[in-house]
């Protein structure tokens, strides 16, 4: 896995790879991480100007911006070698596989890469957006165990599991929730990142930032975008709140006192403290740390 995806990914945005006025502009931005969209954002009769528009950004490029990832077609369609093909001699930092529904979808991208060479750091983040692959998660996401699998995240593809199950659509996603839990659950167990779906609305800035907050709640490491204006929210709502902050500090420096050396329990704020909410606090702690250092570059 590339030391790159180690980075915070709270604020992910698809851009399509056939829009060059978008892609002219994603480089500026301030998400955490791009994804060149070779898939659902390009039409069939596009898809060979949007590889070529796509290998002239990287030549254009320097890599120390956000992460950028390359979403392909499904390596099933007539699209979907060459798109890997590409990507894989461009060298991301991540390939974003669509329509992934067994193990067997990313060991096979996963062999294709390691067979023209790519550099192990070139990652493969996996779609979740069919009902198969929500009946396959805890072996797809097993995958996470094993670095030969190059496989590094989930992304919800909330859209399309709406879509294929014919669940309501409701502002507050009721329906959907099991189901983005079940990718977080899945994650944790694989050792990856969970990136949450798309507000398709992104001109209702108060809804946004509510799904923000509760995927940050959820257990998600970030969001997949589709406009600019919902990076800057993303960034908030998936970063410690500073009240968050302020109370790992505690809890870390409460421990760190010689009267508590050893001490599996202490007294923090009036509340019972132990070792486990250390480490939860430390780990607060650096995810403030590197998101505010990925904020500064």
Known sequence: MSDRIIRPCRSVLYVPASNAKALAKAGTLAC????????????????????????????????????????????????GMDDLELAGRLEPDAILLPKVATPRDILEAGDALDEAAVADGVALWAMIETPKAMLNIGAIAELGRDPASRLAALVAGSNDLARETRVSTTPDRRYLLPWLMQIVLAARAGGLLALDGVANDFRDTQAFARECAEGAAMGFDGKTL?????????????????????????????????????????????????????????????RASVARTNSDN
Do not use: C, Y
């Not at 590889?51 to 990832?69: I, M, N, T, Y």
């Not at 410690?240 to 704020?269: K, W, Y």
């Open 226 to 286: 589709i406009h600019p204006s919902q990076v800057e929210p993303a960034n908030a709502g998936f970063s410690p709140s500073a009240e968050a902050l302020a109370e790992a500090r505690r809890i870390v420096e409460a421990f760190a006192r010689p009267e508590n050396a050893g001490q599996a329990v202490v007294v923090v704020d009036g509340r019972m403290t132990e070792r486990l909410h250390l480490a939860q606090a430390r780990d607060t702690i650096a």
């Open 32 to 79: 955490d991480a791009l994804i060149l969209d070779l898939e659902d954002a390009v039409a069939p009769e596009a898809k060979a100007g949007a590889r070529e528009a796509v290998s002239q950004w990287f030549a254009g490029h320097p890599k120390d911006g956000p992460l950028v990832v390359v979403r392909i077609n499904a390596l099933s369609t007539e699209w």
